[in-house]
């Protein structure tokens, strides 16, 4: 790929010896220049695809200098991947990396900017904040990125993407990356990308291959015994138990701590240090159950998942998609277990329709799910009911955005 040596030197003690698919594609035509809008689902190696041309093509300012390139990213634990990700490959070089992101004192942000950096990577919000206090200047970019971009449509950001965009000079080079390719994903690439090449490394499926995918139907209040009884059967390395609101997550967190050893839960209430602490331990695995909203949904790479419980069904059908994704990583194999309750058979349908497979009915011998068993056809069988509704797939509801 004509990498400099510190670049290769980098990628070398970092492990990275062969490019993923995603990788092989996306980084030739980034360090031609091109804008590229890439789809690929999670856990292909993205962030180090557009991380790579970044550093080869900008080349480090001195003291006080403005970003030179910035990436936009949905959620502070994303940010704080894509920071350290970015790092690790700028080691040999004179890159300076920064992450900004809400939840965290402005003012150690505020000092970083100051002493200057070459490579920005923020969330929408308070990248705005950054620039309305003026301790930030587009001026200077060469390199946007929009990182999971349909997840910032997706949770309110779209106006301050644009906003920000509108900030970054003409001649720069975009890259936007996604799992999924939304109509307004591809709106926003028309309205602010160069003839952008697309190109789609996502598999004929949605779902990730290596991963087997169950369901369970289970009556409401038996939900939590099936849990604990799914836990002991499988004994999982490491899983992530899927929960729709904040308040969910606190009440299973209290009950699985005296059960299972190594519990912790995550979602929006926690300050912003619980919330890095939690996650530093998960990929330490020294956590092996974590309890979480769709806050971690996304972008978060731990490699060690081996299984993915959805306690909750999720409202709309990509969250599945992308809850799914943590497991089954970079061609590993992992599982994945939904719990459907008998009035939520529509929510399997739509979910099967959106990842083009069935899911297969699992049961645990021994344990009763349901009080008054449902028909099997019910639910194993996909319908040819009403289309899936727009609350389904389009933006979220307020109500929805705040749980997360």
């Known amino acids: ?38 789809q690929a689902r999670t856990g292909t190696g993205k962030t180090a695809a557009f991380a790579i041309p970044i550093l080869q093509r900008v080349a480090a300012g001195k003291a ?45 942000q505020a000092d970083q900017l100051r002493r200057g950096v070459d490579v920005l990577i923020g969330t929408p919000g308070r990248v705005i904040d950054m620039i309305n206090r003026g301790l930030l200047g587009l001026g200077d970019l060469q390199v946007v990125v929009l990182d999971e971009a349909d997840r910032m449509l997706d949770i309110g950001f779209r106006p301050d993407i644009e906003r920000i ?16 390719i939304p109509p307004p994903v591809k709106r926003l690439a028309e309205r602010y990308m160069r003839s952008p090449e697309v190109l789609d490394f996502s598999a004929g499926d949605v779902a990730v291959e290596t991963i087997e995918q169950f369901y369970f139907t289970v009556d409401p209040e038996r939900k939590f015994d099936l849990l604990i009884k799914l836990i002991e059967r499988e004994q999982p390395r490491q899983a992530i138990v899927f929960v729709r609101t904040r308040r969910g997550a606190d009440r299973l967190f209290r009950k699985l ?25 998960f990929r330490e695995g020294k956590s092996k ?20 419980i959805n306690f909750d069904v999720p409202q709309f059908c990509d969250d ?9 990583r970079m061609g590993r ?15 399997l349908t739509r979910i099967e329709m959106r990842i083009n497979r069935l899911l297969k009915r699992d049961e645990i011998s021994g344990f009763v799910a349901l009080e008054k068993p449902q028909p099997t056809e019910q639910l194993d069988e996909p ?10 797939f389009g933006r979220p509801s307020k109500r929805y955005r705040r749980a997360l």
């Not at 912790?264 to 331990?281: E, F």
């Open 1 to 38: 790929m004509g990498l400099s040596d510190d670049l290769l030197e980098a990628l070398f003690k970092a492990d990275y010896l062969e490019p993923t698919p995603v990788q092989a594609g996306l980084i030739p035509r980034a360090l031609a220049g091109a804008d590229v809008m890439g």
């Open 64 to 108: 006080g200098a403005q970003p030179r390139a910035l990436a936009l990213v949905p959620t502070r634990e994303l940010a704080v991947q894509v920071r350290d990700e970015c790092q690790k490959l700028a080691l040999f070089s004179e890159h300076r990396v920064a992450a900004v992101y809400g939840g965290k004192p402005i003012r150690q």
């Open 165 to 180: 965009l509108r900030r970054c000079p003409s001649e720069r080079q975009t890259l936007l990356l996604s799992a999924t």
């Open 257 to 281: 701590s005296p059960l299972f050893e190594a519990v912790d839960a995550i979602h929006g209430d926690l300050a912003q240090s619980a919330r890095d602490r939690v996650m530093r331990r």
């Open 289 to 308: 159950i974590l309890v979480a909203t769709d806050v971690v949904g996304r972008g978060i790479d731990v490699s060690g998942i081996s299984h993915i």
């Open 320 to 328: 599945y998609v992308h809850r799914v994704g943590r497991t089954g």
């Open 333 to 347: 194999e992992g599982v994945a277990f939904t719990f459907v309750t008998p009035e939520e058979g529509n929510e």
């Open 383 to 392: 319908s040819d009911g009403p289309e899936p509704s727009k609350a389904v």
